[in-house]
């Protein structure tokens, strides 16, 4: 059974389709990531699955239960970090995580640790006193995503779980995330930061416009584009054209460039299959290997890739 | 965790919102003390009849209705900052959901009111105590109506604030004065047509004044009949605002708004 499965799943504002026919599933204990620029409809989908939003057709299910049908069963094995932090103005951080873990089932001595400890993790311990309305915005994204954590659900769901938050606080956050999953949480994260999305997941599903694009790990997702690797050298030959032709021969070659007489820039797939066939053919053609430089490409890569956009460019 | 028991404590949750709300209870604490303490005496010098012994408990209905009616502020807070949707997604039903704001409205009202009525009792020198125990549970279910509809207007206001506190008023305006709260019947019958005066004797800010009135401060004994028929007419208002309340959450729900 899947921890999660969609079928045709399809959510419409009046004319406006913020999601269309979309088939996808999360197999249980996997940290889904959701990328896609603002607008793709990732947060429609967390919202459906949270069972905040009705789907106008199509089936969503969690861990078997669909969520339009069964909401409050659904709702007892889910945690959502909201995208916007969700709070009681006039509450203070502790007040609002003893009333989610209450209401979640978490007991009271567990939930009192649980939230001293995330409060000196992610750095919320002197913000303990103040009322909700006048954290900042990291300190309250913090504390929804604490929320979650407190109540350590079986499927975790967390809209842009780091965005206001700094360098120090999203590594905090990610190995969080990390530790509920290693506890058996299956894990749904959306986000536009492809450094997050590298970070966490274990497959990466691609949203555009509300259509479903591609989803797999994010290896094989980099390897999918032809040429996507970029492998810079520096040889020593004197022969370099004959070179470059034997290069050229290598499987997974895109395109060899020679800029300068001992300066290669190999477009690849796959370049840790590649470079060892590299390193050969240099070998027997008696080239001396300088430097060998390998980028990968980024998931903005990959979906420009896929859907011939930046994840930028909506948010232009 | 039991569906009653979430319930239970989404109502805490917004119960004790009321009471951290500070410029709240000081603008409804001052207003409610300066009626009973101020202008229920100047009035009752001016009155023929003993109008401050007539009033004050009405100022207690009065707390009542204002802490009643802030449920519908919480819920439009709830409404436009989005904790809605944090609400949506906690292990309860949406009709769960509903019951606990209308149980934390009438909760919160009552606690509140019943304060008035011990500075109230103080005032008059009141002694039925046991009276005024049993008028609770029916000032409770009236709290409940009025939080009722508090919910229908913030759920016809949705994101609008300043609709909701109009609409507010006008409703206070509406139930405060066609209602014995303020005078007794027969001298409300001179200054507002015959045929409103059923509306008037029916309104249950006025029956649940009267049963103050007469059980508490005067003493006499209590008689079913009134308190049946604060019942009748309060349940209704519940009854609405529920709907009206669940209808604006179904519609969150498909529209993502309301």
């Known amino acids: 059974m899947f921890a999660v499965e969609t079928q045709k799943l399809t959510k419409q504002y009046g004319k406006v389709y913020a999601l269309k026919k979309l088939d996808f599933t999360i197999d249980q204990n996997e940290i889904m990531v959701l990328l896609g620029p603002n607008g793709s409809g990732k947060t429609t989908l967390l919202l459906i699955l949270a069972t905040v939003l009705k789907p106008t057709s199509g089936k969503a299910e969690v861990m078997g239960l669909d969520v339009a049908a069964q909401p409050t069963q659904v709702r007892k094995l889910l945690g959502v970090a909201f995208q916007e932090a969700r709070g009681f103005w006039r509450h203070k951080p502790a007040d609002i995580l003893r009333f989610h873990a209450s209401v979640c089932g978490v007991p009271k001595t567990k939930a009192k640790s649980t939230i001293e400890d995330l409060f000196k993790d992610l750095e919320l311990w002197d913000a303990r006193n103040k009322l909700f309305m006048h954290l900042s915005g990291g300190q309250a994204k913090r504390l929804e995503v604490s929320k979650v954590l407190v109540q350590r659900p079986k499927f975790a769901i967390l809209d842009e779980p780091t965005s206001q938050v700094d360098l120090r606080g999203k590594r905090q956050i990610w190995e969080k995330i990390r530790e509920l999953q290693e506890e058996g949480s299956t894990i749904l994260v959306a986000t536009n930061e492809v450094r997050e999305a590298e970070y966490l997941a274990d497959r990466v599903t691609v949203l555009d416009r509300g259509k479903f694009v591609v989803s797999d790990s994010v290896r094989r997702l980099k390897d999918s584009i032809a040429g996507g690797d970029i492998v810079e050298l520096e040889i020593d030959t004197s022969e370099p054209k004959s070179l470059e032709k034997a290069l050229n021969l290598i499987e997974g070659t895109v395109k060899i460039t020679n800029a300068e007489e001992n300066r290669f820039k190999a477009y690849v797939s796959m370049a840790e299959s590649w470079v060892p066939k590299m390193t050969e053919i240099c070998y027997q053609n008696k080239a001396r290997i300088h430097s060998i430089r390998i980028t990968e490409p980024s998931l903005d890569d990959v979906f420009l890739h896929f859907t011939g956009r930046t994840l930028r460019e909506d948010d232009k | ?258």
């Open chain 2, 1 to 258: 965790m039991s569906e009653i028991r979430v319930i239970l404590a989404i109502a805490r949750n917004d119960f004790s919102y009321f009471f951290r709300t500070k410029w709240l209870m000081a603008i409804l604490l001052s207003l409610n003390l300066s009626d009973m303490l101020v202008v229920a005496l100047v009035y009752g010098n001016m009155m023929t009849f003993e109008y401050f012994n007539y009033f004050v408990p009405a100022v207690v209905v009065m707390g009542l209705f204002a802490a009643s009616m802030d449920t519908g502020r919480r819920i439009w807070l709830a409404l436009r900052e989005g904790v809605i949707q944090y609400e949506l997604s906690l292990p309860v039903s949406t009709k769960g959901l509903v019951m606990a704001y209308l149980l934390a409205g009438g909760a919160a009202a009552l606690v509140y009111a019943s304060s008035l009525l011990l500075i109230a009792m103080l005032v008059l020198q009141a002694g039925a105590i046991v009276s005024a125990i049993m008028l609770l549970p029916f000032l409770f279910v009236l709290a409940m109506g009025l939080a009722g509809i508090a919910a229908t207007l913030s759920a016809i206001a949705s994101t609008h604030g300043e609709f909701f506190f109009a609409f507010q008023n006008v409703v206070q305006i509406v139930l405060l004065t066609l209602s014995t709260v303020y005078y007794p019947l027969d001298k409300v019958q001179n200054y507002l047509p015959s045929i409103i005066i059923p509306l008037v004797s029916a309104n249950p800010l006025s029956l649940a004044a009267e049963a103050l009135r007469q059980y508490t401060f005067l003493g006499l004994p209590i008689e079913i009949g009134l308190l049946t028929r604060i019942l009748i007419t309060s349940v209704p208002f519940a009854i609405v605002g529920s709907l009206a309340y669940l209808g604006a959450l179904r519609k969150i729900q498909s529209e993502g708004k309301i």
